[in-house]
């Protein structure tokens, strides 16, 4: 898988979980089972907006040659996804969710070995 590609799929799966938490908060975390109230929707809404923002711009960067502003494009999404798996394997060891967090977790994990691939890939041509 290219980079741009990789860069493609992840930033569909953000835009999607990031349309349906602004949109309908309430169907994603109760697919979850996470109690939910107006906090929570709260909170929900505004990590929906970040995820749309932000995987925008993921998908653009795909489309650029600039190695240096891909390798940052990298570099900033293995932080994200390095640390929005150790969240979500935290709420699973707290006892927060179902399944549907153990696959958000499963999710989170390749994403960041995949763009542990491409860091290290990338620095060796850099």
Request: charged share 10%; proline share 2%; net charge positive.
């Given at each position: ?11 569909f799966i953000g ?67 390095n640390l929005s ?30 763009y542990a691939y ?9």
């Open positions: 898988m290219t980079l741009k590609s990789f860069f493609k799929l992840n930033a835009f999607f979980f990031g349309t349906v938490l602004l949109i309908s908060p309430a169907l994603l975390l109760q697919l979850a089972n996470i109690s939910s109230g107006n906090g929570t929707y709260l909170t929900a809404h505004l990590l929906g907006i970040e995820l749309i923002g932000t995987n925008i711009l993921l998908w653009r960067m795909g489309n650029s040659t600039d190695p240096i502003i891909v390798y940052t494009a990298v570099q900033a999404r293995l932080v994200i996804e798996f150790l969240i979500v394997l935290l709420a699973k060891v707290e006892g927060l969710g179902n399944h549907l967090l153990s696959a958000i977790a499963v999710i989170y994990l390749l994403s960041s070995l995949g491409f860091y290290f890939t990338l620095k060796k041509i850099l």
